[in-house]
């Protein structure tokens, strides 16, 4: 029924500079790079000229899509952004609406949603480090890496009911409180955590395997990595200590102690390092979060984005209509516009929306980390081995979710 | 941020229609002839580094139609910056960016693919997030949800 398309990606270029340079296609679906990402690259022998990357396999139409659903509704959406740590975007987004919404959330939500972020972070650095780590042979240490990563995820399923994407943000607080007893299991599996890592330090810190592979590949310098909008553990691995938390402090950050930990020459070794290092920091402030955690609500006594309580709703109709209304219609956004940004484990994650006074966002763009990251993945890739790809993509960590939106 | 918003003010007032701070972001509203002049100015005098982001708004219904929205970030000031413009339907057309900022590339085909909006001298805004052959810009409002495409036929070869 339709007109077919010949050919859907064209190539930045189609002929090389020499005769006897060759160009090669690699992904969208290949087992090297672990996202569904395209890369086009003009060979000389086993060294890598120039490359056009190609993006937007997994796109879903997600910002089309949060135009014809109401605030709440997206909040499984977000969670398919950066599916490895989901409840980062969802903080985000929800801050995002509270802000137009001009809620202030409880204490406790406050601290259990900084203490969420880092337990997050932890999951995902764990799994781009274990997954940079497999694609250089090294199984041993991806099997500890995701064996802890395991324990997070089976703990987070014991709070909100799902392994990866939670939905366990809401606007004015959260899905439900802590359940009994996960504070506890909380620090046993930072012990552990702590256990495994110092294995991983000890199996490839000083490998020199892994140092040949890592060390002075995929070099990108403060000035590029800002001239090309790197943020997070990228741009902290050439030396700068840009950090959210520490600059423009939101949630609970301004009262942690944490460091900034920064590389020394952007490479894939620094990357790898800093991961390491910020998951430590993490730990740490899951610690004095863990100390500081205050009792109280967690929802905020706000009837138009909170829920009433269940047993109101069956016998009072005052709470059944609002019940109603915020299922029905959604909460009712004041018109206006905001951005709202997070460190997420990647980066920026920020959230521009626009908002005209109705149940409905006029408008919900998310600007990604992945896809800003990899409109300057070229600058690490290009006059390195092809096979120095490999750890360089690992290390940039793209989330296919996020990127293509 | 009071401060680098007073500065802002009083240096841009030429080029600058409207500047006022909405939850935390300085937003300046400027005429799509004078964007180039305040984002080098942005980026020399008040050292917003970073070229976050930049999207569209498109207000069917209204004249011009498109609002294109630009996010910068101050790595010395810790400060954001929104710079809005609007451009019309007729003539979606606005400079490129390219020259001050690399990500610029990427973000502008971005922009290009989803409503349209063409930046002058981007050398390459060849589809990103869609594909060669995908008719229309999707998230411009008129562009129905439902929409079919032309599909991409499988390789029998």
Known sequence: ?405 | MAAVLDLLQQRLTGHVREASLVHGTLALIVAPGELLVVVQRLKTEFQFDIFLDVTAVDWLGQEPRFEVVYHFYSTRHFVRVRLKTRVAEADPTLDSLVSLYGSARYMERECHDMYGIVFRDNPDLRPILLYEGFVGHPLRKDYPKEQEQPLVPYRND
């Open chain 1, 1 to 405: 029924m339709q007109n077919r398309i010949a050919n859907p990606v064209r190539p930045a270029f189609d002929k090389t500079e020499r005769a006897d340079d060759v160009i090669v296609n690699i992904g969208p679906s290949h087992p090297a790079t672990h996202g569904t990402i395209q890369i086009i690259a003009a060979l000389d022998g086993e060294r890598v000229k120039r490359v056009d990357v190609h993006c937007g396999y997994l796109h879903r139409g997600f910002e089309k899509e949060c135009e014809s659903h109401t605030w709440a509704n997206l909040i499984p959406y977000v969670d398919r952004l950066n599916y490895c740590s989901a409840l980062i975007n969802n903080f985000a987004y929800c801050e995002a609406v509270e802000t137009l919404m001009g809620i202030e959330i409880t204490p406790r939500c406050r601290y259990l949603r900084t203490l969420l972020s880092e337990y997050s972070r932890v999951a995902d650095h764990l799994t781009c480090v274990a997954a940079a780590l497999m694609e250089l042979g090294a199984m041993t240490a991806f099997l500890y890496l995701v064996m802890i990563r395991d324990y997070i995820y089976e703990h987070l399923a014991d709070l909100t009911g799902a392994r990866v994407t939670y939905s366990y943000g809401r606007i004015g607080g959260l899905a439900h409180d802590l359940p009994e007893g996960w504070l506890k299991r909380l620090d046993e599996i930072l012990g552990q955590y702590e256990v495994f890592v110092a294995r991983i330090h000890g199996l490839v810190d000083r490998n020199r395997i892994f140092i040949d592979r890592m060390r002075d590949v995929g070099v990108i310098s403060t000035a590029d990595a800002l001239d090309f909008g790197f943020t997070g553990p990228i741009l902290r691995s050439t030396g700068v200590p840009r950090d959210l938390r520490r600059d423009t402090p939101y949630l609970a950050y301004a009262e942690l102690d944490f460091d900034v930990p920064v590389g020394i020459k952007g490479d894939n070794y620094d990357r790898y390092y800093v991961r390491m290092r910020e998951m430590d920091e993490s730990v740490h402030m899951i610690r004095q979060l863990m100390d500081m955690l205050p009792e109280g609500p967690i929802n905020v006594d706000d009837r138009r984005c909170t829920l009433p309580d269940k047993q109101l709703v069956y016998s009072e109709i005052e709470s059944l209509i609002n019940h109603f209304k915020l299922i029905m219609d959604g909460p009712q956004v004041p018109a206006g516009e905001v951005y709202r940004a997070h460190e997420s484990a990647n980066g920026e994650l920020g959230f521009y929306i626009v908002s005209t006074g109705e149940g409905t966002p006029y408008k919900v763009h998310a600007r990604a980390p992945s896809f800003v990251h990899m409109g300057g993945v070229h600058l690490m890739l290009e006059g390195y081995q092809l096979a120095d790809m490999v750890p360089t993509f690992g290390s940039v960590n793209m989330i296919g979710g996020e990127c293509d939106r």
